[in-house]
DNA sequence: GGTGCTTTTCCGTCTATCGGAAACTAGTTT
DNA sequence: AAACTAGTTTCCGATAGACGGAAAAGCACC
């Protein structure tokens, strides 16, 4: 009868999951057709899940094309899920003092399936600067706060990202190869932080730092990222200090102790 | 047989559904039992339809209590919804622009469901300042913003809000009674836009406009909010100017043509 | 008005879902 | 330490309900 790990799930639900999936990956609105292909799905089993989807509102079709959106409720929900909010609250004061005090646009990135994504930003003060925004996804590979995520893996879990992960190049200086890679988190691990030098943007570099939770586990990377005129030797191990600092700060509002205080 | 307006849903897929929004209503980790009852299933259902919630991350349970709260990809999917980020990219910079100007914070707010709900801002420069968040809801009748996005709906949905709709006072002058809410909504239509003067929190003043997609539909307002010390009528009635203009500027970038350019 | 493409509806088959019950786990009381 | 309580998870047989093929309805471009 063949169970494989799939423990017991139901096979509806899985697939109208699999169908926000999909129309989360292609962003714009898409065609029955092209959805029910892309699930590997018959029109018709598509055509009735979505009509359930669009019921609830996680869905929406559009009057004239008849395509297929994501919805509002998709928002709603996306934006009640408690552990992002915790970790904005614990971030937001000290993005803004350290984008003050860096001048620089300072992020909050979560990892989130093999991207890493921002949930929540502060701009820096120059006309030039990096503008982040709220929900975009950047490779693990080719970003500070990414190396820092990806070093918080298991040795397992890398492997498997090295393997499965498409390791585009985005700029000339990107490290795409699976042993450099392998090197560089080796040297995040043991230095606990990160720089990205125009390797996910021509022009741009970016410092990141690991978040910890209460049980120690790395659940976010704070970062800054400013124009490489800007950020040079001199300012750049500035900003590591500042970056590492903005860390621990964040971490200790999530209830993370680095050192236990004594008792009394 | 009787059909219903219910159409031909799937039901694991609508109770899967109704799992998801009781969990982002309750906002915190909530048990097996509390969550079954709330969407009136069986347990047993219940946990059958959150192990396949589970299985692909939108839904995740802590280790230890065992307690269900939604997951990482939940937001991932949220984020993607598309008509928000046209929204958010529409009006980020004209959100910057406005909080330079008026030195106070402002907001792009949409309405989900009977709440208005912050979908971008940009803070005042001043150290007191009112502090917006991504995510946040408010109620429609004590918002300036709410105000708008509810002016936008038909007579007949309104009525249906003022019903249904838990009217709470939040202070001493937020409006409650139907009546007065009416007559309040006849003036912004009149108006074209809207003030909320301590109606939400107290010291807190804000104005409206509402914003209008390529089809001349109103789906969202842009708002400025202050302490009222510096909202006195002097200032408001240039920031009414202002957050109509940005209001116009939103919908332009969104494609609404309030006066057709000429053809030559 | 025909042709090709996509979306929607219909319906009989049979599979995947349902819920009751039992097993398990953990925390609390006797 | 056993018994009790409350919540969570697994098991299983019956059948409600989901599935997909096929046909119908829309729509667009000749």
Redesign the interface.
Known sequence: MHREPS????Q???R???L??A???V???AGLVELSERVDLDASTAH??L???Q??G?V?QEEGTRRY?????????????????EL?HAS?PVLETLAERSQETTNMV?R??WKA?I??YWPGQHFLRVQA???R?MPLHATASGKVLLAACAPDEIEAFLRQGRLAALTPRTVTSPDEIRQDQQWVRAHGYAVDDEEFETGVRCVAAPVRNRDGRVVAAVSISGPTVRMQSGELNQYIQMVRRAGADISRNLGYEEAPAPVF
């Open positions: 423990g017991n799930r139901v509806s639900v899985d109208a999951l699999a926000l999936e129309l989360a990956e962003g714009n609105a009735r899940l009509q359930t989807l019921a609830r996680f929406r959106s994501l919805g509002l409720r998709a928002f709603e929900v996306g934006n009640a899920v408690d552990f992002v909010n904005r937001r979560i989130s399936g994504s949930i929540e925004e709220v929900g996804v």
